[in-house]
C-alpha cells in the first residue's frame, strides 16, 4: 500500500515509476533499466533491501539511492548510508520531502544542469512546475511538462522515443503507441510559433 502510494504521489509530479514489491523484484527490473533514483525500501520481502542495496553498489549502478526505512534512529541511518545508499529517510515521512530527495538525486544522477532550464526563449522551473515562452506562461499537462523536461536537459541533443517513453511514462506503456508523437503535437501546439521542437525522422526528438 504504501509503494503504490508513493508511486502515485511521485507519478502525479511528473515523474515515471515502475513499482517492485520485494527485493527480488528490485533486482530483476534495475538488472534492465537503467533508474535515475530508487526508493528502496529497507525492509523489504524476499531479498532485505540492506541487501538489495549492497548489490547495487557492487554492480556500479548509475542510479542514485534513497533509503527509507522505519527507524530514524542516527545508528541506523549511519548502517544505511554505510551500504551505499545516497540518501536516507525515516517513516513516517511528509510526502513534499520525499519529492524534494527524490528531484535532488535525480539532479546528481545526470551532469549538473541549472536548477531552472532556459533554452530557445523557453524557461523550465522544476521545482515550480513552471514553463514560460518569452516571458508568457505556458500551460502544460504532467506528461507534456515532462516530455518538454527530458526534451531541455538534453540540451539541443537527440532524445529518442523509447527514451521519452522511458522517462515521462512507466513500463505498463505499450512501446508501439503513438502516445509520444500526440503529446508532441500537442505540446507544439501549446508552445506556438516558431515552432522549436525538431523532429529527426526515424532517430527522435530535439529542441
Known amino acids: 500500500m504504501l509503494a503504490d502510494a508513493i508511486a502515485t504521489g511521485l507519478r502525479r509530479e511528473a515523474m515515471a515509476v515502475d513499482v517492485a514489491y520485494d527485493g527480488g523484484?528490485?533486482?530483476?527490473?534495475t538488472?534492465?533499466?537503467?533508474?535515475?533514483?530508487?526508493?528502496?525500501?529497507?525492509?523489504?520481502?524476499?531479498?532485505?533491501?540492506?541487501?538489495?542495496?549492497?548489490?547495487?553498489?557492487?554492480?556500479?549502478?548509475?542510479s542514485r539511492i534513497l533509503m527509507l526505512t522505519a527507524s530514524g534512529d542516527v545508528d541506523d541511518k549511519v548502517e544505511?548510508?554505510?551500504?551505499?545508499?545516497?540518501?536516507y529517510l525515516a517513516k513516517p515521512f511528509v510526502f513534499v520531502e520525499l519529492v524534494a530527495r527524490v528531484r535532488a538525486l535525480g539532479r546528481r544522477s545526470a551532469p549538473a544542469l541549472p536548477p531552472v532550464l532556459e533554452r530557445a526563449g523557453i524557461r523550465l522551473d522544476p521545482g515550480k512546475r513552471l514553463v514560460e515562452r518569452d516571458g508568457k506562461e505556458?500551460?502544460?499537462?504532467?506528461?507534456?511538462?515532462?516530455?518538454?523536461?527530458?526534451?531541455m536537459r538534453a540540451e539541443g541533443a537527440v532524445v529518442s522515443q523509447e527514451d521519452l517513453?522511458?522517462?515521462?511514462?512507466?513500463?505498463?506503456?505499450?512501446p508501439f503507441t503513438n502516445v509520444v508523437r500526440v503529446t508532441m503535437m500537442t505540446l507544439r501546439k501549446k508552445l506556438g510559433e516558431p515552432q522549436?521542437?525538431?523532429t529527426v525522422p526515424g532517430v527522435g526528438y530535439k529542441l
Do not use: M
Open 25 to 29: 523484484g528490485a533486482l530483476e527490473r
Open 31 to 62: 538488472s534492465y533499466i537503467d533508474y535515475d533514483v530508487i526508493v528502496l525500501d529497507r525492509d523489504l520481502p524476499v531479498v532485505h533491501g540492506d541487501e538489495v542495496c549492497r548489490r547495487l553498489v557492487e554492480q556500479r549502478t548509475a
Open 80 to 87: 544505511g548510508l554505510g551500504l551505499g545508499a545516497d540518501d
Open 138 to 151: 505556458v500551460v502544460l499537462t504532467k506528461k507534456e511538462f515532462a516530455v518538454l523536461e527530458e526534451l
Open 165 to 174: 517513453l522511458d522517462k515521462a511514462w512507466d513500463e505498463n506503456i505499450d
Open 196 to 198: 522549436v521542437i525538431e
